[in-house]
């Protein structure tokens, strides 16, 4: 597949990690206006750094988009000469929505809009996507690059700013989720890297058995509950102190906050 990502910040570089190592690519054109700090890239075979995003997209087939919703518009309308029948967009873009894009580039394009997260590096992505009526026809293509790099659901796009929440604002409310276990771990005695290890693998554990048996959560922890135990009493400790609650205000709050930045971009 011939691969452009315009926009090679944080997300994008992330992507670019995981197409490399799952070797999901023909060409990778990855592009940016300061190149300085995709240095790592430069070397990889069939790896193109570059400032151009038009040679970028006269050179590739799938484009994928993750700059900052502000500096969107101005790239569509830059790219949008160059682009032909057969380009397939997909854009990881926050808030932009796909009648947004069809107003600058017109319905005749495939578009897609993807919603991965940064565990898109190592594979583990989850991605939601969704796209206008052409692009229907090329949402297999979509789920085929994303499901080599992770696990892919397609909803309508009416649910893309919840699924930015849960998914992509999600890697960081599961990164604190750990380092609050680690920061326990430490408290009861283990160093802080074997704390994080204790963490990381647990979680791990956890979501592997939801996956493999898909048991709801509270069947898995039936069977750890011990009548009296430790870990009841541990579990009801942390809901007095509003665990749940306060994960799920969280969330509410950045889905709110999501929403805000989507009218001021409309
Ligand atoms: N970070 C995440 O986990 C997720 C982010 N997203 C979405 O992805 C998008 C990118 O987010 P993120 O990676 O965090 O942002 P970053 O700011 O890290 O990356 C955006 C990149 O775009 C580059 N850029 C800006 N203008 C241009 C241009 N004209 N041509 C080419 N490249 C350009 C910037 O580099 P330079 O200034 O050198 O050009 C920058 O590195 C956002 O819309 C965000 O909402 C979605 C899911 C998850
Ligand atoms: O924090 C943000 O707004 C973006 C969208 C999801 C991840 N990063």
């Not at 988009?65 to 997909?90: R, S």
């Not at 319905?107 to 939601?128: E, H, L, Q, W, Y």
């Not at 309508?156 to 699924?163: D, G, L, R, V």
């Not at 942390?238 to 929403?259: C, D, P, R, T, Y």
């Amino acid at each position: 597949m011939k691969i452009a990502i315009i926009g090679t910040g944080n997300l994008g570089k992330s992507i670019a990690k995981g197409l490399i190592t799952k070797n999901a690519i023909t060409t990778l054109y990855l592009t940016k206006r300061n190149l300085d700090d995709i240095q790592e890239f430069e070397g990889y075979k069939n790896v193109v750094l570059t400032t151009d995003n038009i040679e970028a997209v006269k050179q590739s087939d799938i484009l994928i988009f993750a700059v900052q919703p502000a500096h969107f518009e101005k790239i569509l309308n830059d790219i949008k000469p160059y682009l032909t029948e057969n380009h397939v967009l997909i854009s990881t873009i926050t808030g932009f929505l796909i009648p947004k894009i069809e107003s600058q580039i017109g319905s005749d394009n495939f578009i897609i809009r993807a919603m991965p997260n940064t565990a898109i590096a190592v594979g583990k992505s989850m991605t939601c996507i969704c796209s206008n009526k052409k692009g229907e026809k090329r949402i297999k293509i979509a789920e085929a690059i994303f499901n080599r790099l992770g696990h892919t659901l397609a909803i309508p796009e009416s649910q893309m700013q919840a699924a930015t929440v849960v998914c992509a604002s999600g890697i960081a409310f599961w990164m604190r989720l750990i380092r609050a276990t680690t920061q326990a771990a430490i408290q009861l005695g283990f160093d802080a890297k074997e704390a994080q290890e204790l963490a990381m693998f647990t979680s791990e554990g956890a979501a592997n058995l939801l996956i493999t048996n898909g048991n709801h959560p509270e069947e898995e922890i039936d069977r750890v509950t011990t009548p009296q135990g430790c870990t009841i009493t541990g579990l009801n400790e942390m809901e007095h102190k509003g665990l749940s609650s306060s994960l799920i205000q969280g969330m509410v709050a950045s889905f709110n906050k999501i929403n805000a930045i989507k009218k001021e971009q409309i």
